[in-house]
């Protein structure tokens, strides 16, 4: 398997790796190729799982480059498999009448829609529905879809990998806002604040959790929130 390594001063390196475990030893693209007397010691540890990698002789830090990780993103090509088709009739009409945002932001940031099975929270079955799709991007490539529903379920494609929504529209940029959601986000677009991202995922409250809120105003969650796209980004 291929992959990019990323040194902690942002030099990149080109590097293949087995694909049996998920651990591995490689060259050091560092130092292998200067040590005379062991050449061909592989000494760089790799943790694909955790996409790391550091070296045992000079102990250089890496990260994979997520455009080469081990696992891809949903493909661009996927898109008309999928179904995701241009907004039309009522989740045009809900987007644009009840949520105000303006035809022009929906068609700029790819807004789609398709028909998905997601769970009903209300009833925790699984249900057909149409939903508006929104599609994360990152340069140019699609990398997650998400689905939501008129009752505010969601579903993400399988295959994608979370990050930020509206992503590519900050890479220039050397401010951002960070929202909650992605209609959140192509509000702040539809006035023309297009450095703005919404996070791809919450955390769910137990009613244990909601209570303690409730009472004391504390936030007090035990489950654990999966913040690895803010780290790559």
């Known amino acids: 398997m291929k992959g990019k390594l990323i040194s902690f001063k942002k030099q990149v390196y080109d590097v293949e790796v087995s694909g049996e475990k998920d651990t ?19 000494c760089l540890g790799v943790t694909k799982s955790l996409r ?16 080469y990780e081990f696992k891809s993103g949903v493909s661009t090509d996927h898109i008309s498999s ?3 088709t241009d907004l039309t009739g009522k989740i045009l009409e809900y987007m644009v009448k009840e949520r105000k945002i303006p035809e022009q932001t929906l068609t700029s940031c790819n807004v789609k ?3 998905r099975v997601l769970k009903d929270k209300l009833t925790d079955k699984l249900v057909s529905r149409q939903c508006i799709a929104f599609v994360y991007a990152e340069n ?17 494609e399988k295959g994608s990998r979370l990050i930020f929504y509206g992503l590519d529209w900050i890479r220039n940029e050397k401010n951002c ?6 209609i959140d986000r192509l509000s ?24 303690i809120f409730e009472l004391t105003g504390q936030m007090v969650v035990s489950s654990q929130i999966n913040m690895k796209y803010l780290d790559d980004a």
């Open 24 to 42: 591995d030893y490689i060259l050091c693209p560092i130092c292998s190729h200067l040590r005379h007397h062991h050449p061909k010691d592989k």
């Open 52 to 67: 790391t990698a550091r070296c045992n002789h000079c102990g250089q830090a890496f990260k994979f480059v997520y455009d």
């Open 82 to 84: 999928n179904g995701l």
């Open 113 to 115: 829609m398709a028909t």
């Open 140 to 156: 140019g490539n699609m990398r997650m879809i998400k689905f939501r529903d008129k009752d505010k379920n969601f579903a993400i």
């Open 177 to 182: 806002i960070i929202v909650e959601g992605e």
């Open 188 to 211: 702040y677009h539809s006035v023309g604040l297009t450095n703005c991202v919404s996070v791809p995922n919450g955390v769910t409250l137990s009613e244990q959790e909601r209570l």
